[in-house]
Structure formats: structure tokens, C-alpha cells
């Protein structure tokens, strides 16, 4: 995910500065054809400039969100923050306000699936950044909503945004939960009591991962002295100082050590 912040201080809701516990988030999609954040935002270089004036960091709008998904100056896609995830956003037309952090999808002719798979992928890494912060369930009822949706529960105003676009790109808004779900399974390893999901083969596997990262790592300062003199007496050859012995290299090393004391008496 690529994401850059950009609030809209000038923008009334910006001002009014009132805060919300966040519970869910909801998704929109502009409506109009125009894929650039900087339609949006002021921009700057990274994300393009919005020469028109018609950003919304202006006062006299009766809408503000808190992020933008969109193409930036370069015609990649990425998301731009415009309001602090808490602060209450007037996106949903509805009591989603109070309980929301709601996005806006830049839209584009809504018929290109290159464009519609690169902000799908990224809107779907931005909710699933924001499930995490927020400790919430992307799968649980009423958590992540479309604006549609939201109509449909009695929380947001009658807007289309986005079934009116998801589904011609062959994606519902369980997709897109189920997704978002995935991303955050991917991102804790297993999620929940994920290590009952580990097999004892891929705990094997860990288990030599991680001793080989012990046997990479240099040994803390103390001790190093004495290290360098068992290897000067031959008593241990000093790699991977780090990784663990077994019994056999303990008992070898006691061994090499008493001959040593043997052979100096
Ligand atoms: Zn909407």
C-alpha cells in the first residue's frame, strides 16, 4: 500500500472537529470520471496538483472524507489521508458518520479492470490497515459496509457508490470483505490461535529458520573474550556463537576442556 496524508484543514468538517469512536468502515466511490487523487486534494508533486480549485480543502462543502484511492502524479495508484482516522467524517449522509471512517475510490469510466484491480487491491489493504488499528472484524455484521449498503441498513443516504461498480468488475462487497479478511489473516500469521495452525512439519521448518538465524547473528559484547580463548585451546571452533548446543556439542566441549586441564598439569 502506498499511503500519503494530505488533510483538508480548510474544509469545514475538518473544523467542526469532532470525534468519533470508530466501529466500521465504509467504502464510496466518487461518481464522477476522474481517477486522480488531485482531483480531490490540492496534491503536490508525489500526488499531482489540482490547478482548478475545485479540491475539496475549501470551506462551503457539506462533504469530507477521510481518504482518497486514486492515481497520483506518476498514474500509479495510492491512497491519500484527508481527515485523522477519529475525527468524524461527513461521508455517509447518515448515522455511518458517527460510527465510520468512510474512503472515497476515485472513479474512472468504471469499464477499465486494470484500473478497477489496482484501487480494489489498494482500498482493500487500506481497510485492512484500519481493521487492525482498530481491532475490527472485516467479517462481522455491519462492520465494513459500501455506502449502498449502508442505505440498506438505514445508516447512509441513498447513494449507488460502489455496487454500481464493483459488480461489473465481477467483485460483491463479500468479496471485499472476505479479501480484506485474508490480508489481515496473511499479516498476523494465522490470525487468532493461529498456532494451532501450524503442522509439526512447518513447525520443524520455524524451527530451523530460526536457528539459522541465531547461527547468522554475532555474539553480544560479554564473553567474547572467552570465546576467542576456547578456540585459541581448541575447545570449541567459535561459529554461531548465538544458535543453541546440543547435548553432544556440551559434552565435547566439557571434554576438550578437562583434557586441556589434563594436559596443563
Ligand atoms: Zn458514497
Redesign the pocket.
Known sequence: MRLRQQFLTRNDCYKAQRTITVKGVMV?STGADNPRVCRYVPGDQELGTNTLGNHWDRPGLTKCVHAFVGKFADGEVGAVQTLPWEHRGW?AGGAANNTHIGFEICEDGLTDPVYFGKVYQEAAELTAMLCRQYGLDPLAEGVVLC?QEGYQRGVASN?A?VLHWFPKMGKSMDDFRADVARLLEEDSGGGEGGEEDVTYEQWKAFMLRYRQELAAQEGPEYGREELAEAVERDITDGSRPEDLATRQEVISMVVRALDEDEKAK
Open positions: 464510496h461521508h455506502h447513494h457508490d
